[in-house]
């Protein structure tokens, strides 16, 4: 009969050990998972709602549209305004982008929060 080889917890023997494995609790796996998207889904709707409103503050203060910050913030808030760039055609095109982008900042917050009670009720 071959011979059971264990050892003590802790030393090291050179002998073969038998690893034990917790079980897997898929429940609290779940959980933490939901839990990082929920994080992830609101700090990107977050982000996309402060693009939007730093780029309707640096239109409607005149910032320089030459400069590296403003072209930036430009560059990223119009694929990020979806369908609210031109929703609104107000004749003053300062207006417009406050009125659309707004409308898109605003757009981005209800969305997150929406997507997040829902991430949340299938934890």
Known sequence: ???????????????????????V???????????V???LARW???L????????VVLTVGQANPD???TRFVAAWAQPLALGFSDLF??????????VNYGIAAL???LATSLAVRIIRSAR
């Not at 898929?26 to 998972?33: E, L, N």
């Not at 996309?48 to 780029?55: S, T």
């Open 37 to 39: 998207v929920e994080t």
């Open 67 to 69: 400069n590296g910050i």
């Open 89 to 98: 055609t107000p004749g003053d095109p300062r207006s417009a982008v406050a």
């Open 44 to 46: 990107f709707g977050s």
């Open 1 to 23: 009969m071959p011979e059971e080889v264990t050892t003590a917890v802790g030393v090291d023997d050179g002998a073969p050990t038998r690893r034990h494995r917790r079980p």
């Open 48 to 55: 996309a709602a402060l693009l939007m409103l730093a780029h």
């Open 25 to 35: 609790d898929v429940a609290r796996a779940r959980r933490r998972a939901a839990g």
């Open 107 to 109: 757009f981005w917050l």
